[in-house]
């Protein structure tokens, strides 16, 4: 193995090094594999003609997309899951941003707390936290307010995602450009919307696009908290999954893939990139 120092890295080189890049370049593509083969078989398998989920298909079809668009509970819950999304990454976000505004500029007393109670569902196990969220419901008896109750859960655990994000953000700012917009005059809101923000908008823009799919998709906490008549669209499929043996589950999948899909290229083409990278 040879060792050459360049500057002050060292770039190692020598056959130990080739077979630990090409090792690593294996691990790397097996997991995008073991990743992205599901989905695909789920998407080639919506288009089939048969009545039956197979894989390859026996014959290509868009039958059971037009079937999908036709039921009455998957137009209601897409509906609901777009609605209850939207509702609770906008609260996320708001929530967030003052949150990690002041896990990352602020030393108060209880510090260590706030950043345990806003990071905490991240640790805590969907299922247990959904049923301590069904108890709460219970006990106060809030079973008529669904929707309340799936918005409440939804913002819970997409609040860790937003704080995440934005407080890395705004802790790899310089604080020199607000003490400098301070001593301009500036009042601490408009420090805060006019030079804390823009700097912080990579990490916004990242745990607000990450809080909305996890909420679209989740499933964990939003069968405990669905009721007779709101429920998402995660929860519609799973349950029709349970009492019917067609393609419409994988439709259905497929459509919410092509809509996460689609809200990606929304906001890369809004921004693009650099919302992520800040440039």
Known sequence: MN???KSNLIVISGPIWRIAKWLIIGLAGAWCIFLISPIVVIVVSSFTNGNYLLFPPPGWSLKWF????????????????????MIS?????????LVARVLARYWIKGRAAIEYV????????????GF???????SFE???YSMLNLIAGHILITIPFVVRSVWSAMAGTDISLEEAAQSMGASPLVVFRKVVLPMARPGIVAGAVLAFTYSFNDIAISIFLVGA??????VEVMSNMEYSADPTPAAVSTIMVFITVVFFVVVE?????????GK
């Open 66 to 85: 037009y079937e999908v668009f036709s039921l009455s509970w998957f137009r209601a819950s897409l509906v609901n899951s777009v609605m209850i999304s």
């Open 118 to 129: 806003a990071l905490s569902p991240l640790i805590l196990p969907a299922v247990v936290l």
């Open 269 to 277: 083409r809004i921004g693009g990139m650099k919302l992520f990278i």
């Open 229 to 234: 008549d709101t429920t998402t669209l995660p």
């Open 142 to 144: 809030l079973e008529n």
């Open 132 to 138: 301590a969220l069904f108890s709460i419901v219970n």
């Open 3 to 5: 060792r050459l120092r």
């Open 89 to 97: 990454t906008t609260i996320s976000v708001c929530v967030g941003i």
